[in-house]
Nanobody, 117 residues
């Protein structure tokens, strides 16, 4: 099982980034996927999730700015982040599992997003 996250970097406030998470060793087509983030000095927290049929949910601070999507052929989940703010600075983790929001079964390594003011 492998969740390989990528796409983090340094961006100015107001900019955009695209994160990717390539999945292997799991039934990607039917598995809910999610992104979490951990800001410096804080606990890891849920950001957004997408179900097998494309239904998605977001936390309020990112709704309207972030978009989660998935590509079954590429076995990849994406996170498009627009209008980035300094408070979005964090390590971003992709996760998978049948109850992915409450209790993910699998985690990718973090990819660092830094937003400068």
């Amino acid at each position: 099982v492998q969740l390989q996250a990528s796409g983090g970097g340094l961006v100015q406030a107001g900019g955009s980034l695209n994160l990717s998470c390539a999945v292997s060793g799991l039934p990607f087509e039917t598995l809910p996927m999610a992104w979490f983030r951990q800001a410096p000095g804080e606990e890891r927290m849920f950001v957004t999730a997408i179900n097998w049929n494309g239904f998605s949910t977001y936390i309020d601070p990112v709704r309207g700015r972030f978009t989660i999507s998935r590509d079954g052929a590429k076995r990849t989940v994406y996170l498009r982040m627009n209008m980035l703010k300094p408070e979005d600075t964090a390590l971003y983790y992709c996760a998978a599992g049948r109850t992915v929001i409450a209790n993910p079964d699998y985690w990718g390594q973090g990819t660092l997003v830094t937003v400068s003011s």
